[in-house]
Nanobody
């Protein structure tokens, strides 16, 4: 099993930036992809970025060009630099592992990002 602790969220004004961090623990395979998800108020959780074991990245259209996912395999961490934030980026951000296209870890508490003037 895999567990996650997310951090780095906060309240920012539109156009601002945050750097989110996620520490994973448990049975992590070197071939696992790691991803960030977002759950906006009243909406389902959606994947916004993924990074493969080889460093390849995939972004949702809504965040491409503004958000950057990276990983530190030695530390079992995945980071998320989120720039030029918009009010619609507000939500709780979670990380997890995808193995064979399936989310396999326990969901953590996430970290709240609120974008408001």
């Amino acid at each position: 099993q895999v567990w996650f602790v997310e951090s780095g969220g906060g309240l920012v004004q539109p156009g601002g930036s945050l750097r989110l961090a996620c520490l994973a623990s448990g049975s992590i395979f070197s071939t696992d992809a790691m991803a960030w998800y977002r759950q906006a108020p009243g909406k389902q959780r959606e994947r916004v970025a993924l990074i493969t074991s080889g460093g390849g990245t995939v972004y949702a259209d809504s965040v491409a060009g503004r958000f950057t996912i990276s990983r530190d395999n030695a530390q079992n961490m995945v980071n998320f630099q989120i720039n030029n934030l918009k009010p619609e980026d507000t939500g709780v951000y979670y990380c997890n592992i995808q193995r064979g296209g399936i989310v396999v870890g326990f969901w953590g508490q996430g970290t709240q990002v609120t974008v408001s003037s």
